[in-house]
């Protein structure tokens, strides 16, 4: 990892921490429950990184921190949850690229505004994606300088060849 690389990181993970703390007063207000809402099923990523910064509000906040999926349409349902529940900050999300910026491009209207409707409180992290294929095919890996670039819409069609017909399209 380059030294740029390194800095950039601490700067990042600085900066999500002095939003955490900064977050902590404005949720210690109340002494009741907080209900944290993850807008997917319980064993995805998201669930399980909810847990985890549930526990730690939790044991930070002296108050217990709720964990509620609410999954369903790609994560809508629990977002539109939150943007409906009253703004006194005991309702939080744990919102997803999908959620707040890939479904607007998805949806045609969606029930909630994520700029609006929303207050960042702390960015928790990142989960690497990645492409894959069914296993069984003989063919040897390729470099990246072999492959053929194709765009979005390239890749889209390629998907539904192979749902459709099961013929394997490289």
Not at 6 to 29: D, F, K, Y
Not at 139 to 162: G, H, I, S, Y
């Amino acid at each position: 990892m380059s030294r740029r690389a390194v800095r950039r990181l601490l700067v990042t993970l600085s900066l999500a921490t002095i939003g955490c703390v900064a977050a902590i007063p404005a949720l210690a207000q109340d002494a009741g429950t907080i209900r944290m809402v993850v807008p997917f099923d319980p064993g995805t990523t998201t669930d399980s990184v909810g847990r985890v910064v549930a526990d730690g509000l939790s044991k930070a906040l002296k108050q217990n921190v709720v964990v509620d999926n609410r999954a369903g349409a790609g994560g809508v349902t629990g977002s539109d949850q939150v943007a409906k529940s009253p703004p006194d900050g005991r309702t939080l999300v744990m919102g997803t690229v999908g959620t707040h910026a890939i479904n607007a491009t998805l949806f045609k209207k969606l029930p909630y505004d994520a700029m609006r409707d929303f207050a960042p409180v702390a960015f928790v992290g990142y989960t690497p994606t990645l492409l894959l294929r069914e296993q069984g095919i003989e063919q040897r890996p390729r470099r990246a300088d072999e492959m053929t670039p194709f765009n979005v819409a390239e890749l889209a069609q390629r998907a539904k060849l192979v749902k459709s017909s099961g013929a394997q399209v490289d």
